[in-house]
């Protein structure tokens, strides 16, 4: 047997690819087959706008997503039926932009939201280049803000065209699904960091490219098998089950993925890109903490604000970052910890935060600084006055950190309204449970205030009792003093870790706003609780809203404070500072008992902060094996991105590997069935259905013959009537037939795959041409 | 008694010398021939739908010389009676008794060419021969020479003053089939030797008569696996359902296909059949044995086309029928 097959040809000729599609295209072009493409395609291109939900959050979005797919394929179709040149279509695409892309796309700039202007057209125009840029700079969602919604009307068109054109007029129909996969590309690259809803955005993108490639896979059948019958039918019906059976492997795998596997943080554009305002280039707001507090000043007023709920603060900034001498506002670096500024465009969803709305109306007075005072979270801001349209332009927003900021600074005579959702009265703060976010790292706590929280909150208790145990303890132990007026003692000014560790272990303490709140912060972070220190203004004790209810702060009336996160992710504000009251002498110096050697200080001042968080946050000098666990830190993240990627990779494969899992068990089976007759028909069967993987059209109804026929050369017609011989002879077939039969299968096979390319190949193995349809209907073909 | 392998060999051999032999006279037509053959082995009668001057006698006789047998060639004409057929009995008058003449159906292979020229009465006449193989004039009966097979011609294109087959007789041919026009190079050939009429050729004989009743019965003993029965009963069956046909094909059809099987199967050097036999045979077995709907017709669907669709719609088997 492998003998004659060695004799025969040793080329086997390649099918002709695309079946000899007509103009027509391969699908065909009739009325169903079109209206069928045009469901599926559409059915692609909904799939893949989905990640750009997000991004918008607006019927605005789904108005352009419509139109520019219904205009797409409406063009395609057209284009199919009425064989337009190339350039004709090009032409329409344009023109349907045009017509179309003002109300749909900048319906801001559109007369009674339908007849485009000529600002509309420009903004359009240059949207198609500009919009991209801007629409990874700016806060999400954007809703229908300027021209931000001509990137995906711009390439929900242009794809829907392709799409529908590579579906109805060319040889490769099944190519129609690059188009969609550019935009669904395109809206994860320029989405968010969290979609909720990328798993069902990408399963549903499968599906819907699943049903598409076996649609055309299925068409292409019927152009080998004309005039369909029930079989026919009942094999197209199997290899639909076929590939709904894979499909509900992948999702199984994939739901099962994501509940078992940390959801990995996405790298977008969005995240990728320098944000336009940097927070490292202005100064901390506690760095000047003091000055605000010198006499020619105090009395300043600084800002008007009414609307401000009875006792609230305003804040000025939340800081997050600590390197050990200065507290400062995170987010340079576009990290996680401590968000991003960006853009804000009209609005933020705030719906899901905890608290009360508030509206506030702020005047600013001698207030000149890059922040833009607010409580709470923000929803929307509205600059009034000559400087609104600059502070609208420069105006960024921190949503982690609840910090705003203009580019070029607040003025006198600056007004805005800022509509925010204002948090919840605190808690009893020995109830609170930590809470989860991640800060940027901090440096090892002093072995003073180490000590301090020993002696006040020892670690038995609760994190909730330790909090409110060192806030009492600041409360019962501190005193306030600026270190300014001659009638205050010293108070050395500053928060890096020696003056901390110098106010924890001084006796009387004394300090004022910045002091305690960056040790309570420190003390906090060391208990368990994420803590950021707030710069604000904080109404004096005592001080009541004027009748009118505008309430004035002045210089003096800058505080800092801290806010914890609970467990249930709300940020509680607490107030470390203790109440001004007469400060006593000074007790003379106790000598230290010293239990074992103290830690040595951060870096001298002249460092840049900023350049000591970025150098190595996280480790502290006396670390004794500070290599090995950094080695080994490095090791876990090394495993812990390669096990994502793995898991990722292994996510999108999998419909893949279980078609080639499929097609191994398949073959095993066929390899060790019962019979010698059995086997050797199991041969031929997987000789045909590696043929069919190949392209070639091998139908159900055809003899073994015709077959071997349709793939060429003598060997298949030699193994077609040894097996013939075996099956239909009345002497059946000889001991060691079937292992015959299967080195000449395995001959065969080898020679269908030498002439191709790797991706061929591969194309091949993954193929759904013989899973389904025809193993089916060759075993319905037993009688 | 089951064919051997051996048998089959020599069976292929026979068949491949007796068609190799008259394709020498018909150029370019080895479907036809081979085709031929298998009707004359399997003991059936050849129906040839062909326009005038196709090489119809020439096959007859070529066929008749191969197997060093006898031909007739009988034109039908409206006015031909039975008895110009069959023959007649004569009163010899110095013999002072009846003498029966025999007509030119008594040869191995008879051409009755133009058969649907014929009155229906003697179309019957013909046609009660080819089923009994006998004639009985007078009240004797007289056994035509075996082996024994009719080719009739009919003439698709010129249908004025003709009388159709009836169905029941059109069944009673085992094969229906056209010899067409050669191709364009069987044709040069044709016309490089036009200076032999194409009857004078001879054929040399490459079998015995008596040899070819051997292989006819050598061919019935070729083994038909259960499915392959099973196979041909599902592709009547489908003539049957068609929506296009009014009268499917008959158990005969079935039957006759079967035996053709087992001939185009011996002929291939097997001993058994596969399903490539009964599809080859298919077409000129069962096409002629349909009576399509008119409306069908009226479609342009014709008996040939249906048989191939049914061809693609039935599966095949593939696999042997558990024990």
């Given at each position: 047997?492998t003998?004659?097959?060695?004799?025969?040809e040793?080329?086997?000729?390649r099918?002709?690819?695309?079946g000899?599609a007509?103009?027509?295209?391969?699908?065909g072009?009739?009325p169903?087959?079109?209206?069928?493409?045009?469901l599926l395609?559409t059915?692609l291109?909904?799939?893949?706008?989905?990640?750009?939900w997000p991004v918008?959050?607006?019927?605005?979005?789904?108005?352009a997503?419509?139109v520019?797919?219904?205009?797409?394929?409406t063009?395609?179709v057209l284009?199919?039926?009425l064989?337009w040149?190339?350039?004709?279509?090009v032409v329409?695409?344009?023109?349907?932009?045009?017509v179309?892309g003002?109300p749909?796309?900048?319906?801001?700039?559109?007369?009674?939201?339908v007849?485009?202007?000529?600002?509309g057209?420009?903004?359009?125009?240059a949207?198609?280049?500009?919009?991209?840029k801007?629409?990874?700079?700016i806060?999400?969602?954007v809703?229908?803000?300027q021209?931000l919604?001509v990137?995906?009307?711009l390439?929900?068109l242009?794809a829907?065209?392709?799409a529908?054109?590579i579906?109805?007029?060319?040889?490769?129909?099944?190519?129609?699904v690059l188009?969609?996969a550019?935009?669904l590309?395109a809206?994860?690259?320029?989405?968010?960091v969290h979609d909720d809803?990328?798993?069902?955005?990408g399963?549903a993108?499968?599906?819907s490219?699943i049903?598409w490639?076996?649609y055309?896979a299925?068409a292409?059948?019927?152009r080998v098998v004309?005039d369909r019958?029930?079989d026919a039918?009942?094999?197209?019906v199997r290899?639909?089950?076929g590939a709904s059976?894979l499909l509900?492997?992948a999702?199984?795998g994939?739901t099962a993925?994501?509940v078992?596997?940390?959801?990995?943080q996405r790298?977008v554009?969005r995240?990728e890109?320098?944000p336009?305002?940097e927070?490292r280039?202005?100064?901390?707001?506690?760095?000047?903490?003091?000055?605000a507090f010198?006499?020619d000043?105090?009395r300043s007023?600084?800002?008007e604000?009414?609307?401000l709920p009875?006792?609230?603060?305003?804040?000025i900034?939340t800081?997050d970052?600590?390197?050990g001498?200065v507290y400062s506002?995170?987010g340079s670096?576009?990290a996680?910890?401590?968000g991003?500024?960006?853009?804000?465009?009209?609005?933020?969803?705030?719906?899901?935060?905890?608290g009360?709305?508030?509206r506030?109306?702020?005047?600013v007075?001698?207030?000149?600084?890059v922040?833009?005072?607010?409580?709470?979270r923000l929803?929307?801001?509205a600059f009034?006055?000559?400087?609104s349209a600059v502070?609208?332009e420069?105006?960024?927003y921190?949503?982690?950190?609840?910090?705003?900021?203009?580019?070029?600074?607040?003025?006198?005579g600056?007004?805005?309204v800022a509509?925010?959702v204002a948090?919840?009265?605190?808690?009893d703060?020995a109830e609170?449970?930590?809470?989860?976010s991640v800060?940027?790292a901090?440096?090892e706590?002093p072995?003073e205030?180490?000590?301090?929280?020993e002696?006040w909150?020892?670690?038995?208790?609760?994190?909730?009792?330790r909090?409110a145990a060192v806030i009492?303890?600041?409360?019962r132990?501190?005193?306030?003093?600026h270190?300014i007026g001659?009638?205050?003692p010293p108070?050395?000014?500053?928060?890096?870790?020696?003056?901390?560790?110098e106010?924890?272990?001084?006796?009387?303490?004394?300090?004022?706003g910045?002091?305690?709140?960056v040790?309570?912060?420190?003390?906090?972070?060391q208990?368990?609780f994420?803590?950021r220190?707030?710069v604000?203004?904080?109404p004096?004790?005592?001080a009541a809203a004027?009748p009118?209810?505008?309430?004035?702060f002045r210089?003096?009336?800058?505080q800092?404070?801290?806010e914890?996160?609970?467990?249930?992710g709300a940020?509680?504000q607490?107030d470390p500072n203790?109440?001004?009251?007469?400060i006593?002498?000074?007790e003379p110096d106790?000598?230290?008992v010293?239990s074992?050697?103290q830690?040595?200080?951060?870096?001298?001042?002249d460092r840049t902060?900023?350049e000591d968080?970025?150098a190595?946050?996280?480790?502290?000098?006396?670390?004794p094996?500070?290599?090995?666990?950094?080695?080994?830190?490095g090791?876990?993240?090394?495993?812990?991105?390669?096990g994502?990627a793995?898991?990722?990779l292994a996510?999108?494969?999998?419909p893949?590997?279980?078609i080639?899992?499929a097609?191994?068990?398949r073959?095993r089976l066929?390899?060790?069935?019962a019979?010698?007759?059995?086997?050797?028909?199991g041969?031929?069967q997987?000789?045909a259905?590696t043929?069919?993987d190949y392209?070639?059209?091998?139908?159900?109804t055809?003899?073994?013959s015709e077959?071997?026929a349709?793939?060429?050369g003598?060997?298949?017609?030699?193994?077609?009537?040894?097996v013939d011989?075996a099956?239909f002879?009345?002497?059946?077939?000889?001991?060691g037939d079937?292992?015959?039969?299967w080195t000449?299968v395995?001959?065969?096979?080898?020679?269908l795959?030498?002439?191709?390319?790797?991706?061929e190949r591969?194309r091949a193995?993954?193929s759904?041409?013989?899973?389904?349809?025809?193993?089916g209907s060759?075993?319905?073909?037993r009688? | 008694?089951?064919?051997?392998?051996?048998?089959?060999?020599?069976?292929?051999?026979?068949?491949?010398r007796?068609?190799?032999?008259?394709?020498e006279?018909?150029?370019?037509?080895?479907r036809v021939?081979r085709?031929?053959?298998?009707?004359?082995?399997?003991?059936?009668h050849l129906?040839?739908?062909?326009v005038?001057?196709?090489g119809?006698?020439?096959?007859?006789r070529a066929m008749?010389?191969?197997?060093?047998?006898t031909?007739?060639?009988v034109q039908?004409t409206p006015?031909l009676?039975?008895?110009?057929?069959?023959?007649v009995t004569?009163?010899?008058q110095?013999?002072?008794?009846?003498?029966?003449?025999?007509?030119?159906v008594?040869?191995?292979?008879?051409?009755?060419d133009?058969?649907n020229r014929?009155?229906?009465?003697?179309?019957?006449a013909?046609?009660e021969?080819?089923?009994?193989e006998?004639v009985t004039v007078d009240?004797?009966t007289h056994r035509v020479?075996?082996?024994f097979?009719?080719?009739a011609?009919q003439n698709?294109?010129e249908q004025?003053g003709t009388?159709?087959l009836p169905?029941?007789?059109l069944?009673?041919?085992?094969m229906?089939?056209?010899i067409g026009y050669p191709?364009?190079?069987?044709?040069i050939?044709i016309?490089?030797?036009?200076?032999?009429?194409?009857?004078?050729?001879?054929?040399?004989p490459?079998?015995a008569a008596?040899?070819?009743i051997e292989?006819?019965?050598?061919a019935?003993?070729v083994y038909v696996d259960?499915t392959?029965?099973?196979?041909?009963?599902?592709?009547?069956d489908?003539?049957?359902?068609?929506k296009?046909?009014?009268?499917?094909?008959?158990?005969?059809?079935?039957?006759?296909?079967?035996?053709?099987?087992?001939?185009h199967a011996?002929?291939?050097?097997r001993?058994?059949?596969?399903p490539?036999d009964v599809?080859?045979?298919a077409?000129p077995?069962?096409?002629h044995?349909l009576i399509?709907?008119?409306?069908?017709?009226?479609?342009g669907?014709t008996?040939?086309?249906l048989i191939?669709q049914?061809l693609?719609?039935?599966?095949?088997?593939?696999?042997?029928?558990?024990?």
């Open positions: 047997m003998g004659a097959a060695d004799a025969a040793r080329r086997i000729p099918p002709s690819r695309g000899g007509g103009p027509g295209g391969v699908v072009d009739g169903v087959a079109i209206a069928m493409s045009v395609v059915a291109l909904a799939a893949a706008l989905v990640p750009w918008y959050e607006s019927g605005a979005f789904l108005v997503a419509v520019s797919v219904v205009a797409g394929a063009i395609g284009g199919a039926r064989r040149r190339a350039w004709v279509v329409a695409v344009f023109a349907a932009y045009v179309l003002v749909v796309a900048v319906p801001g700039r559109a007369v009674a939201g007849l485009p202007t000529p600002a057209l420009v903004d359009l125009l949207g198609a280049a500009l919009s991209w801007q629409l990874v700079t806060a999400v969602p809703g229908s803000y021209a919604l990137p995906p009307f390439l929900g242009v829907s065209t392709l529908m054109s579906a109805l007029r060319t040889r490769r129909p099944a190519a129609a188009p969609p550019v935009v590309v809206g994860i690259a320029l989405g968010v809803f990328a798993i069902e955005a399963l993108f499968l599906v490219s049903g490639l076996v055309v299925i292409q059948r019927r004309t019958t029930v039918a009942l094999a197209d290899r639909v089950v059976a509900a492997v999702m199984v994939a993925a994501s078992a596997l940390p959801m990995p790298t554009v995240s890109l320098q336009p305002f927070p280039d202005h100064e901390s707001p506690l760095t000047g903490f003091r000055a010198e006499p000043v105090a007023e600084m800002l604000v009414r609307g009875e006792g609230s603060g305003i804040r900034a800081l970052s600590y390197d001498v506002v995170g670096d576009g996680a910890a401590s991003q500024f960006t853009r804000l465009p009209y609005r933020l969803d705030q719906s899901t935060t905890a009360e709305p508030v506030l109306e702020v005047a007075d001698a207030y000149g600084d922040w833009v005072p607010g409580v709470g929803e929307q801001i009034e006055g000559a400087r502070l609208t420069g105006f960024h921190n949503d982690v950190t609840g910090t705003a900021a203009v580019a070029d600074g607040l003025q006198r600056d007004r805005y509509e925010s948090p919840l009265p605190a808690a703060l609170l449970t930590p809470g989860t800060l940027p901090a440096p706590l072995e205030l180490q000590r301090l929280l002696s909150a020892p670690v038995s208790a609760e994190p909730g009792a909090l009492e303890g600041f409360h132990e501190g005193y306030v003093s270190g001659d009638d205050e108070s050395r000014s500053g928060h890096a870790l020696d003056r901390i560790a106010l924890a272990s001084a006796r009387p303490m004394v300090g004022d910045e002091q305690y709140a040790a309570a912060a420190l003390l906090a972070r208990i368990g994420p803590a220190v707030v604000g203004y904080l004096a004790a005592g004027a009118d209810g505008v309430r004035v210089s003096a009336d800058l800092a404070w801290i914890v996160q609970d467990a249930d940020w509680v607490v203790p109440l001004p009251r007469p006593p002498e000074r106790q000598p230290t010293v074992r050697p830690s040595a200080l951060p870096p001298p001042a902060p900023v968080l970025a190595e946050p996280e480790l502290s000098p006396d670390e094996d500070d290599d090995g666990a950094w080695w080994l830190e090791l876990l993240a090394v495993l812990r991105v390669t994502i793995v898991a990722v996510l999108f494969t999998s893949f590997l279980a080639v899992v097609k191994l068990r073959r066929r390899r060790n069935a019979t010698t007759v059995e086997r050797i028909e041969g031929w997987e000789f259905d043929a069919a392209g070639y059209a091998i139908t159900p055809a003899t073994r077959q071997a349709t793939v060429g003598l060997g298949p017609l030699v193994l077609a009537s040894v011989r099956v002879a009345p002497d059946g077939p000889a001991e079937d292992d015959r039969v000449t395995d001959e065969l096979q080898r020679r795959a030498e002439p191709r390319t790797r991706r591969l193995a993954i759904l041409g013989s899973l389904g349809g025809y193993a060759r075993r319905g073909a009688s | 008694m089951t064919m051997t392998p051996e048998d089959a060999t020599r069976f292929a051999a026979n068949l491949d007796l068609v190799g032999a008259v394709e006279v018909l150029l370019g037509k080895n021939v085709l031929a053959f298998t009707a004359f082995l399997s003991e059936g129906l040839l739908e062909d005038p001057g196709t119809k006698t020439s096959l007859a008749a010389q191969s197997v060093d047998g031909s007739n060639r039908f006015d009676l039975p008895g110009d057929i069959t023959g004569v009163y010899d110095r013999a002072g008794r009846f003498e029966f003449h025999p007509g030119p008594f040869a191995n292979i008879v051409l009755a133009e058969i014929a009155s229906p009465k003697t179309q019957s013909l046609l021969v080819m089923e009994e006998q009240g004797q020479e075996r082996p097979m009719v080719i011609t698709p294109v004025a009388y159709r169905e029941a007789q069944d009673r041919f085992l229906r089939t056209s191709d364009h190079a069987s044709t050939r016309l490089e030797g036009a200076d032999q009429r194409a009857h004078e050729q001879l054929v040399q490459q079998l008596a040899e070819i292989m006819a019965a050598l019935r003993t259960p392959i029965h099973d196979y041909v009963s599902r592709l009547v489908a003539t049957r359902t068609a296009e046909v009014r009268l499917g094909v008959s158990v005969r059809g079935a039957l006759a296909l079967i035996r053709a099987a087992k001939t011996a002929g291939r050097g001993h058994y059949v596969v490539d599809k080859a045979l077409e077995v069962l096409a044995r399509l709907d008119p409306e069908a017709e009226f479609d669907v008996a040939s086309n191939a049914v693609i719609e039935t599966p095949p088997p593939s696999t042997r029928q558990a024990v």
